[in-house]
């Protein structure tokens, strides 16, 4: 059965670091990538990476988080530095079989979320 499950987040102070797991099973994936939700917000993509290490960053994010992933684990991870309270969201991770994409119904599976909160 396709699982995706995330770990990792929690509350860090403005200006820290933390970083998210994305655990895979089931099968392999093309694309994995990191969306976030704010409260009151919709749902908007992070970055996104490919089974060959191709990444796409939206510009919130781009200089501050990194993305890479463990095929052989079939894992991938978000390594999130210099935190901002804009940055306080519930991730996501999600997969899918075809190339990258930005678009949230591009996605087949999802995980649950894990909460990040930056405080000043």
């Known amino acids: 059965q396709v699982q995706l499950v995330e770990s990792g987040g929690g509350l860090v102070q403005a200006g820290g670091s933390l970083r998210l797991s994305c655990a895979a099973s089931?099968?392999?994936?093309?694309?994995i990538s990191w969306f976030r939700q704010a409260p009151g917000a919709e749902r908007e993509f992070v970055v996104g990476?490919?089974?060959?290490?191709?990444?796409d960053f939206a510009d919130s994010v781009k200089g501050r988080f990194t993305i890479s992933r463990d095929n052989d684990k079939n894992t991938a991870y978000l390594r999130m530095n210099s935190l901002k309270p804009e940055d306080t969201a519930v991730y996501y991770c999600?997969?899918?079989?075809?190339?990258?994409?930005?678009?949230?119904?591009?996605?087949?599976?999802w995980g649950r979320g894990t909460q990040v909160t930056v405080s000043s």
């Open positions: 999600a997969a899918r079989r075809g190339p990258m994409s930005r678009s949230r119904n591009g996605y087949d599976y």
């Open positions: 089931g099968r392999s994936f093309y694309v």
């Open positions: 990476i490919t089974n060959g290490g191709s990444t």
